[in-house]
């Protein structure tokens, strides 16, 4: 009996024992539960839950983004100074930033993330993206990279780098909340397409960059929705790819060059693509058979999905440039190309110049098309519009007068006219002709 109880007490033991293991595995040893849903165990990682680490972004970036500081006159020889963000997007110090920053300004300061100063050149503006470019003595500058907004997802995590309220360098995190949205704050002309994000910006950051997880430039910073003034939940970033077209053709030719298809066009209520109202006569999509009431459903392959996307993938071309675009009509898809126009129905890259140096004068000019030059005068810039009260409606210029010559010296473009009146001395005789009147008409006046 005593080898016998002996046995059994072992055996109680192993059992024990075993119990005791298996409890503590299952029960006492058991992973914390960090999210737990229909009774069965999720483990959520640090990095999935808050998007992961964005320094490398932040490293990436932070030094080609600058401060700007601009010295306006409110008249009466009161000055007031605005601020706001901008960002190198070359190696030779090219620098973005929106137009409404840099408006009427009679300085454009830059200070570097490395505390650098510098007074910045005006290369150009363009109201209706609002978008400008300066430029600082800055060799070897480092620069941006940009990625494709088109391919920007909802949800995605996305950094804003600026200057909030002159807190510089500052470094904010979000995801994309929307796109395409349109604010009707540029007026009816403007190109509203906007990314919207939940990341906090104020003001000061109108300028600034938004950055992929990739550390991709995706959009410049311009608006936040507000009553306050300061940051109540969303801010607003202009597609770097509406960026990037309008910042190279301010460099390459000194103005955007905007592409039409020559349509009007409306939203469909409750689904994707627009309506064609109206096809003007001779027109990109008058050439290449749309009609009226086609439903444009992409361009280049890009989906559309309401007006302002359809006015955003326009503005990635220029006039000259083919497009395929999509349609349907009675039910039936077709897919056509389109050779994009400007707004005198033509493919030259021309467009109305308005460099503060020709405002102060008092005009806007442009180059002459192909169809002028071959059948009006083979050089020469032509006046679009005159400005009241100015030095050259002083001396009655008018509109579609052609300027042939500054001081004698031949005009071939508008950059060539700038250079030539600045190189002028105190008198400038300009001659010209009138497409209606014959003979030379000549213009004088002091600089």
């Avoid at 595995?25 to 483990?43: A, S």
């Avoid at 964005?54 to 932070?62: G, L, M, V």
């Avoid at 006159?73 to 090219?94: A, E, L």
């Avoid at 126009?341 to 493919?347: E, F, G, I, Q, V």
């Amino acid at each position: 009996m005593k080898i016998e109880n002996y046995i059994s007490n072992i055996l109680i033991a192993v059992i024990v024992v075993v119990a005791g293991l298996v409890v503590y595995h299952n029960y006492i040893n058991e992973p914390r539960i960090i999210f737990q849903n229909d009774h069965r165990v999720k483990k959520v990682s640090f990095d999935k839950q808050y998007g992961g680490d964005f320094t490398p972004i932040a490293e990436k970036n932070i030094s080609c983004v600058v401060y700007i500081n601009t010295i306006k006159s409110s008249g009466n020889g009161v000055y007031t100074n605005t601020s706001g963000s901008g960002v190198i997007i070359s190696p030779n110090g090219h620098i973005i930033t929106n137009y409404h920053v840099i408006d009427n300004a009679e300085k454009v300061l830059v200070t570097t993330y490395e505390n650098e100063n510098f007074e910045a050149k005006v290369i150009g503006k363009d109201e209706a993206t609002d978008i400008a470019v300066l430029k600082i003595n800055k060799p070897n500058s480092k620069f941006v990279l940009f990625g494709d907004s088109n391919i920007l997802k909802l949800g995605e995590w996305i950094m804003l780098i600026g200057n909030p309220f002159k807190l510089r360098n500052s470094v904010s995190v979000g995801i994309v909340s929307a796109k395409n949205r349109t604010l009707n704050i540029l007026g009816s002309s403007g190109i509203e397409s906007y990314i919207q994000t939940d990341a906090m910006a104020n003001p000061g950051n109108s300028g600034g960059g938004m950055f992929n997880e990739n550390g991709d430039f995706v959009g410049m910073i311009s608006a936040i929705s507000t009553n306050t003034g300061s940051f109540e939940g969303y801010s607003f970033a202009i597609p770097s790819n509406i960026v990037k077209k309008a910042a190279f053709d301010i460099i390459n030719y000194g103005v955007v060059q905007r592409a039409w298809l020559g349509v009007s066009i409306k939203n469909i209520e409750g689904e994707n693509g627009v309506i064609v109202e109206r096809v003007n006569s001779n027109g990109a999509a008058d050439d290449c058979g749309i009609n009226a009431g086609d439903k444009i459903l992409s361009i280049e392959g890009v989906r559309i999905f309401n007006v302002a996307q359809f006015e955003a993938n326009i503005a990635n071309f220029k006039p000259g440039d083919l497009i395929n675009i999509e349609y349907v009509r009675a039910g039936e898809k077709k897919i056509v190309k389109a050779l994009l126009k400007n707004n005198l129905n033509t493919t030259d890259l021309i467009a109305n110049r308005k460099d503060d140096i020709l405002i102060d004068l008092g005009f806007v000019l442009r180059d002459l098309t192909t169809k002028e030059k071959r059948e009006i005068s083979d050089f020469g810039v032509m006046v679009v519009s005159v400005i009241n009260g100015t030095k050259i409606s002083n001396i009655n210029i008018e509109p579609g007068y052609i300027i042939k010559n500054i001081n004698g010296e031949e005009i071939s473009n508008v950059n060539d006219f700038i250079q030539k009146y600045k190189q002028a001395s105190t008198t400038v005789k300009l001659k010209g002709i009138y497409k209606s009147y014959p003979g030379i008409f000549p213009y004088v006046f002091e600089k």
